[in-house]
C-alpha cells in the first residue's frame, strides 16, 4: 500500500519562507505525477502546484513566482519550498500522488501565516 509521509508546515510571519517535504513509499515515485493541495475549512481542495514524471511544472497564478515545486526520485521525495508568503496561503497543505488510475494524499499538514 502507497503511503505518503509529510513533513514540515508550522507558523511563520508574512514574507517568511516554509518547505514543505512528502515522501513516497512506493516503487512506481519516479512515474508519478506528484502534486500539493491546500485546503481552508468550509472550502474545496485546490491545486498548488504539481510536477510530472518528466518534471514539467505547474503552478496555481496564486502562488506563481512564490513557490517552487521539485522532486528527488532517489530519495523518493516532492517538495514545495514556499516563499514571500502570505496570510491568504494559510490552509492546511496535502501531498498528493497520481499514477495512472491511483491517486494517494498525505496525512496533511497546517501551515499558518500570521504575524
Known amino acids: 500500500q502507497v503511503q505518503l509521509v509529510q513533513s514540515g508546515g508550522g507558523l511563520v510571519q508574512p514574507g517568511g519562507s516554509l518547505t514543505l517535504t512528502c515522501y513516497a513509499s512506493?516503487?512506481?515515485?519516479?512515474?508519478?505525477?506528484m502534486s500539493w493541495y491546500r485546503q481552508v475549512p468550509g472550502k474545496q481542495r485546490d491545486l498548488v502546484a504539481l510536477?510530472?514524471?518528466?518534471?514539467?511544472?505547474d503552478f496555481a497564478d496564486s502562488v506563481k513566482g512564490r513557490f517552487t515545486i521539485s522532486r528527488d526520485n532517489a530519495k523518493k521525495m516532492v517538495y514545495l519550498q514556499m516563499n514571500r508568503l502570505k496570510p491568504e496561503d494559510t490552509a492546511v497543505y496535502y501531498c498528493?500522488?497520481?499514477?495512472?488510475?491511483?491517486?494517494?494524499w498525505g496525512q496533511g499538514t497546517q501551515v499558518t501565516v500570521s504575524s
Open positions: 498528493n500522488l497520481q499514477r495512472m488510475s491511483a491517486e494517494y
Open positions: 512506493t516503487n512506481f515515485f519516479e512515474l508519478s505525477t
Open positions: 510536477i510530472t514524471d518528466a518534471h514539467s511544472t
